[in-house]
């Protein structure tokens, strides 16, 4: 397909209903020339998206994931937040189900942060609020930057209503939810809020019962579920689970949760984490069942090796937070034959994974 000749201005406008109209691809009705766009191979959306308003309207809508969906043409890449072997540069990486390097993304808009949330909402990458230094000076940071994978570009949304840092975050139903951590003050916080794309506004909903901090959160069958970290009503961390019902607007809570956790991915039904104090295990929770599981994960050498997680292909992937000799990204396939669930990968990022999300557009 030849874009150059396609621009807004060179297609003649019909005059329907009193209003101007310009086709999407001009002689095809506007589904067809929508199905005809959401073929094309992912690598060609960013010059798509300079052909016309409507292409690129289109290419950033919700719609344009539904149709490729429907067309069973999405694409499944691994963005990674990579740090550089010195500690000192970050940068976002995107790599494909062979372990190929596709593109480093442009730097995210605005300081550089730590304790902030990932989240992927319709196609679209979300890296929220955390703890943001400005002239050597740290803070609590309300604002939200977007990074849209199909024209490779990124944009400022609506701040949030509460500065926070160390939140739980999670997408349930196609709205944003975040929950806890600490504020402006370093106080901790019980406060939670929701996004909505729709109207790109952040609305306050009922709080926690305690204030929360360095937990995560989960969407599941409607529900989103809060665990892990700490709260100022226990001694030590917190096992228990704190669950938000968004047709009642009302919190309730489990007993049965997990505490300090280094990475977590939801694959599945099955919620995945990994404890700060075991390394060797692998924590498989059950929603339905509200059962946990444990799987040893097999490495050898030193006790404190930890990992952080990557989800593609249906697959969980485990990267090496530290540099170790011998140490190589592993897989675990939740539905392989009994005995043979672990392997190891070619999948890697450039330097330590900080986090990771998948993306499928």
């Given at each position: 397909?030849c874009?150059?000749?396609?621009?807004?201005?060179?297609t003649?406008?019909s005059?329907?209903?009193?209003?101007?109209?310009?086709?999407?691809?001009?002689?095809l009705?506007?589904?067809?020339?929508?199905?005809?766009?959401?073929?094309?191979?992912r690598s060609n959306?960013p010059?798509?998206?300079?052909?016309?308003?409507?292409w690129?309207?289109?290419?950033?809508?919700?719609?344009?994931?539904t149709?490729?969906?429907?067309?069973?043409?999405?694409?499944?890449w691994?963005?990674?937040?990579s740090?550089?072997?010195?500690?000192?540069?970050?940068?976002w990486?995107?790599?494909?189900?062979?372990?190929?390097?596709?593109?480093?993304?442009?730097?995210m808009?605005?300081?550089a942060?730590?304790?902030?949330?990932?989240?992927v909402?319709?196609?679209?990458l979300?890296v929220?609020?955390g703890?943001?230094?400005?002239?050597?000076t740290?803070?609590?940071?309300?604002?939200?930057?977007?990074y849209d994978?199909c024209l490779?570009?990124?944009?400022k949304?609506?701040?949030?209503?509460?500065?926070?840092?160390?939140?739980?975050?999670?997408?349930?139903?196609?709205?944003?939810?975040?929950?806890?951590?600490?504020?402006?003050d370093?106080?901790?916080?019980?406060?939670?809020?929701?996004y909505?794309?729709?109207?790109?506004?952040?609305t306050?909903i009922?709080?926690?019962?305690?204030?929360?901090?360095?937990c995560?959160?989960c969407?599941?069958?409607g529900?989103?579920?809060?665990?892990g970290g700490r709260?100022?009503?226990?001694?030590g961390?917190?096992?228990?689970?704190?669950i938000?019902?968004p047709?009642m607007?009302?919190?309730c809570?489990?007993?049965n949760?997990?505490?300090?956790?280094t990475?977590?991915?939801?694959?599945?039904?099955?919620?995945?984490?990994?404890?700060?104090?075991?390394?060797?295990?692998?924590?498989i929770f059950?929603?339905?069942?509200?059962?946990?599981?444990?799987?040893?994960?097999?490495?050898?050498?030193s006790?404190?090796?930890?990992?952080?997680?990557?989800?593609?292909?249906?697959?969980?992937?485990?990267?090496?937070?530290?540099e170790?000799p011998g140490?190589?990204?592993?897989l675990?396939?939740?539905?392989?034959?009994?005995?043979?669930?672990?392997?190891?990968?070619?999948?890697?990022?450039?330097?330590?994974?900080?986090?990771?999300?998948?993306?499928k557009?």
């Amino acid at each position: 397909m030849c874009f150059s000749n396609l621009h807004e201005q060179d297609t003649p406008a019909s005059k329907i209903n009193d209003h101007y109209y310009c086709p999407i691809l001009p002689g095809l009705p506007d589904d067809v020339a929508k199905y005809c766009l959401a073929l094309v191979p992912r690598s060609n959306f960013p010059a798509m998206g300079v052909v016309s308003k409507r292409w690129r309207s289109f290419i950033k809508s919700k719609e344009f994931i539904t149709v490729r969906k429907l067309s069973g043409v999405l694409e499944e890449w691994l963005y990674v937040l990579s740090m550089d072997s010195e500690g000192k540069e970050s940068h976002w990486e995107v790599l494909d189900c062979l372990g190929r390097k596709h593109q480093q993304l442009s730097p995210m808009p605005g300081p550089a942060k730590a304790g902030f949330a990932v989240v992927v909402l319709h196609g679209k990458l979300l890296v929220i609020a955390g703890y943001s230094m400005v002239d050597g000076t740290g803070s609590a940071s309300a604002d939200v930057c977007q990074y849209d994978s199909c024209l490779d570009r990124w944009s400022k949304l609506a701040s949030m209503n509460v500065a926070r840092y160390d939140f739980a975050c999670a997408e349930l139903n196609g709205m944003v939810y975040a929950v806890g951590g600490y504020g402006i003050d370093g106080e901790s916080l019980s406060c939670a809020e929701v996004y909505d794309p729709d109207t790109d506004k952040w609305t306050l909903i009922e709080s926690l019962r305690r204030p929360r901090w360095g937990c995560f959160a989960c969407g599941f069958e409607g529900k989103l579920y809060v665990m892990g970290g700490r709260s100022s009503f226990t001694i030590g961390n917190s096992r228990f689970i704190d669950i938000y019902n968004p047709d009642m607007h009302t919190w309730c809570e489990m007993k049965n949760g997990c505490v300090m956790v280094t990475a977590q991915a939801m694959l599945g039904k099955e919620l995945f984490c990994m404890e700060w104090k075991n390394q060797r295990k692998l924590a498989i929770f059950n929603p339905a069942e509200n059962s946990w599981k444990m799987v040893p994960v097999p490495v050898t050498g030193s006790s404190s090796i930890g990992f952080r997680f990557g989800i593609l292909d249906g697959k969980l992937l485990l990267f090496p937070v530290q540099e170790y000799p011998g140490y190589n990204t592993l897989l675990y396939d939740p539905n392989a034959a009994p005995g043979s669930e672990w392997q190891t990968s070619e999948i890697r990022p450039s330097g330590l994974c900080l986090c990771s999300v998948t993306i499928k557009a």
